[in-house]
């Protein structure tokens, strides 16, 4: 039997969905026979997760086919369509935690929970923490959007959690008023979550430059290969978790053809070899020229 690597994507997105699943049921259950309402719109919350994860899946087994003649720079992107959606999601949820704290401010409708739905609240804001943590942890390994946007899907859960569990246990002790006062703050902070992912897809959308740190590094791995005076250019596109290169280098004047084309080689080849989450590189030789050459991004 082969070894099950929970740090691949796909691994990591089939772990996730299958928490979400029991979850919402275990929640859904709780709330009910619990009495709570707020219970019961949490597990709602971890129904819509499970889209939000299959909708990551479906992106990442996507995004892994090879490109071909309709799509020759690959399907890569097809992991930030699914963050974007993502963040629908969670957009979503922040709307409906809003909307649910709104009306149990204006309706005065309360009623005091059973011990089962605060002790659902309290054990899904753990799972779901421990969640959050590891699937965030995969996706920056592996640099996938759709793999981190879904880690803070799970962090929006146990913010909606949290919401609950303040509102069962205000209940219970009296303070009806907690329940809708947290949930309007984590109505607000899941919002702000759900824009800040919509930022950073958009980013990559819309061929956005990378951070500086990938710049210098395939900066400095492409000065170490031998008869290179100067990068000229380098500009980086992300597609999903991949990056392609485009770079012109600068080398002596006197250089052949086909010197210069093995310089330009060595240079692909080492990008390709050292800088992490590189699918494709196109390097361009240029003659040196001091008084001309200048780095671009």
């Known amino acids: 039997m082969p070894k099950v690597n929970f740090l691949d994507c796909k691994t990591c997105t089939l772990v996730g969905l299958a928490t979400n699943v029991a979850l919402a049921i275990f929640k859904l259950l709780a709330g009910i026979f619990g009495f709570s309402y707020a219970m019961v719109a949490d597990a709602i919350h971890s129904f819509s997760d499970c889209f939000a994860t299959g909708t990551v899946y479906i992106g990442i087994r996507i ?89 803070w899907d799970h962090r929006s859960d146990a913010y909606s959690s949290v919401a609950a569990l303040v509102g069962i246990l205000g209940a219970r002790l009296g303070f009806q008023y907690l329940d809708p006062i947290a949930g309007l703050a984590v109505s607000a902070l899941i919002i702000k979550m759900s824009l800040t992912l919509f930022r950073s897809n958009i980013g990559i959308l819309m061929d956005e430059r990378p951070g500086s740190a990938i710049l210098d590094e395939i900066r400095a791995a492409a000065l170490e290969v031998g008869g290179i005076k100067a990068i000229d250019s380098l500009r980086v596109h992300r597609r999903g978790s991949t990056f392609t290169i485009d770079i012109e280098v600068a080398v002596d004047s006197r250089l052949t053809v086909e010197q210069g084309h093995q310089v330009a080689t060595e240079v692909r080849s080492k990008l390709l070899s050292e800088v992490e989450h590189v699918q494709d590189v196109m390097v361009h030789v240029n003659p040196y020229q001091p008084r001309q050459t200048s780095e671009m991004e």
């Open 63 to 151: 995004g892994e086919r090879p490109a071909d003649e309709s799509h020759p720079y690959g399907h890569a992107n097809a992991e930030t369509i699914a963050a974007f959606l993502v963040a629908l999601v969670i957009l979503a949820t922040g709307v409906f935690v809003g909307i649910d704290a709104v009306h149990l401010i204006t309706n005065k409708h309360f009623e005091t929970p059973a011990m089962i739905a605060l002790a659902a609240a309290a054990i899904s804001i753990v799972i779901k923490e421990g969640m959050f943590r590891y699937t965030l942890k995969v996706g920056e390994r592996n640099n996938s959007p759709a793999v981190i946007a879904n880690a």
